[in-house]
C-alpha cells in the first residue's frame, strides 16, 4: 500500500515560479512512489486560480489539491485561531484517514496549521522551512508568501513579528524534525526551540549543469537579476549596480531583469519608470529564467534577507558566477559577495577586478560548479529526505 503525506504550503506554487514552487514540484517527483496530497494557505490572486492555469505539470500521485483561505489577521489572532483550524480538521477528515506523515513548508500559518492538524489526527510532524518568516517581517517585509498583505493586519510589525515567532517555536516543538534550506538560519531555528535542526539544502537538476567550461572569448557582458518583485529582494538596488557601470563608462556591458509578481504594485511602477532610463536593460515579466539564465556572465543578488536562493545554483549550472551583496547562504561560498552596508562601487570593482583575468573568472566558477554537484542535485537531496521520513 502507497504511503500518504500531506505536504502543507502557502502561496505560489503551481502558478508562479519560485524556489519554494520549484521544491514542491520536485518533491512530488521525487516521492513518486507515495500519494501527495497538498493543503494550501493561499489569499488572492491564489485562492481563486483554476489547477488548469499551472504552470507546472500536476503528476498522478498528486491525488488531492486543497485551497483554503488564511485567517485574517485584520481580526483578533488569539480569539480566531482556533475557529479557524478546527474549521479546517473538520475539512480535511476524510482524506486524513489515509494519511501518515504530514510535512509543513514553513513556520507561518502552514507550520502552525500543521502543529494542530498532527496533534488532532496524531500524526508526525515534519519541518521543511525555506524562509524565515519572523525575521522577514521583522526587516520590512511587505507581504508573506501566501500573499497575504501585511498593511491590512489588526497588529503593528513588533505584534506579527512576536505571533510569528511563536508560531516557529509552536511548529519546532511539535516537529519530529526540523530541516532548514539555509546553513544561516540554523541557529534561529536553535534560538526559538529546534531540538538538532537539520540542514538539506535547495537544489537543481543533475541534467541541467553544463559541463562545458565558460566561454572566455568574449569582451562583452550581460548582467542579469532574478526575482520576485518583492521588497524583500531589493529590485532598485540593481539599478544601482547599472548606474554605476554607466558612471565608468563600461559600454560593453548589457542587463538583463527578470522579475515576477508578487502583489506590490507600486514597486513595480517604480522598476517600469526607472528601468525607461537604460536603453541597455532588458525587463522580462513572468518567464522562466533557467530559459534566459545561460545568456548572462554573471548574477546580481541584491536581496535585504536569503535563505538560500535556488537562483545561485540555476546560475552556476550554466556558467554563470553569482555576485552581489551578502544575505543568508548567498555569500562567498557560491560567489563574489560584499556587506550589506557596502556601496555598489566596491562590488563594481570586485566584479571587474574577476572580470577582466578570464583565468580567475573561470577558476571561480569551476570551483563552485564542483560544489554544486557534490552538495546540491536533487536526487542527492531526495535521499536525504527518504532517510529522515524512513521511520514515519
Excluded at 496533534?119 to 517585509?141: F, N, S
Excluded at 535542526?197 to 537579476?225: E, F, K, S
Excluded at 518583492?230 to 548589457?254: D, G, S
Excluded at 549550472?317 to 552581489?324: A, H, R, Y
Aim: net charge neutral.
Amino acid at each position: 500500500m502507497k504511503k500518504t503525506i500531506l505536504l502543507i504550503i502557502e502561496g505560489t506554487y503551481p502558478w508562479y515560479r519560485g524556489g519554494v514552487s520549484e521544491w514542491v514540484h520536485q518533491y512530488l517527483h521525487a516521492f513518486s512512489d507515495c500519494n501527495i496530497l497538498i493543503l494550501q494557505i493561499a489569499s488572492e490572486p491564489y485562492v481563486t486560480l483554476n489547477i488548469d492555469q499551472a504552470i507546472y505539470e500536476i503528476p498522478p500521485n498528486l491525488i488531492e489539491f486543497k485551497r483554503i483561505s488564511l485567517p485574517d489577521l485584520a481580526n483578533d489572532w488569539y480569539y480566531f485561531r482556533y475557529p479557524w483550524s478546527h474549521t479546517i480538521i473538520d475539512t480535511v477528515k476524510l482524506f486524513m484517514r489515509s494519511v501518515s506523515l504530514i510535512h509543513v513548508t514553513n513556520t507561518g500559518f502552514a507550520g502552525w496549521l500543521g502543529t494542530q492538524l498532527a496533534t488532532y489526527y496524531k500524526q508526525p510532524l515534519l519541518l521543511t522551512e525555506h524562509a524565515v518568516y519572523w525575521k522577514e517581517i521583522e526587516m520590512g517585509a511587505v507581504a508573506l508568501e501566501c500573499g497575504y498583505m501585511l498593511e491590512n493586519a489588526k497588529y503593528n510589525r513588533r505584534e506579527v513579528v512576536s505571533i510569528f515567532k511563536q508560531f516557529a517555536h509552536e511548529t519546532y516543538l511539535r516537529a519530529y524534525k526540523t530541516i532548514s534550506v539555509s546553513q544561516h538560519n540554523l541557529n534561529y531555528q536553535r534560538t526559538l526551540g529546534a531540538n538538532s535542526p537539520v540542514y538539506i539544502p535547495n537544489g537543481i537538476n543533475h541534467h541541467l549543469i553544463d559541463d562545458q567550461p565558460a566561454d572566455m572569448t568574449r569582451n562583452d557582458m550581460v548582467i542579469g537579476w532574478v526575482g520576485r518583485c518583492a521588497k524583500m529582494k531589493n529590485p532598485m538596488r540593481f539599478f544601482e549596480v547599472i548606474e554605476t557601470m554607466h558612471n565608468y563608462r563600461l559600454i560593453n556591458v548589457r542587463f538583463i531583469m527578470m522579475l515576477s509578481f508578487a502583489g506590490e504594485a507600486g514597486l513595480e511602477d517604480e522598476i517600469n519608470k526607472q528601468a525607461k532610463n537604460y536603453h541597455y536593460l532588458e525587463v522580462i515579466w513572468n518567464e522562466k529564467a533557467i530559459n534566459y539564465i545561460h545568456k548572462f556572465d554573471a548574477l546580481c543578488i541584491t536581496s535585504y534577507n536569503e535563505s538560500q536562493p535556488l537562483v545561485l545554483f540555476e546560475a552556476l549550472s550554466q556558467n554563470v558566477l553569482p555576485f552581489g551583496w551578502k544575505a543568508g547562504d548567498a555569500n562567498a561560498k557560491y560567489g563574489l559577495f560584499i556587506e550589506q552596508h557596502e556601496p555598489a562601487t566596491v562590488l563594481v570593482n570586485k566584479l571587474m577586478t574577476v572580470w577582466n583575468n578570464k583565468v580567475y573568472w573561470s577558476e571561480e566558477l569551476q570551483s563552485k560548479k564542483k560544489l554544486l554537484k557534490a552538495e546540491h542535485t536533487w536526487e542527492k537531496i531526495f535521499s536525504k529526505y527518504r532517510t529522515l521520513m524512513s521511520g514515519n
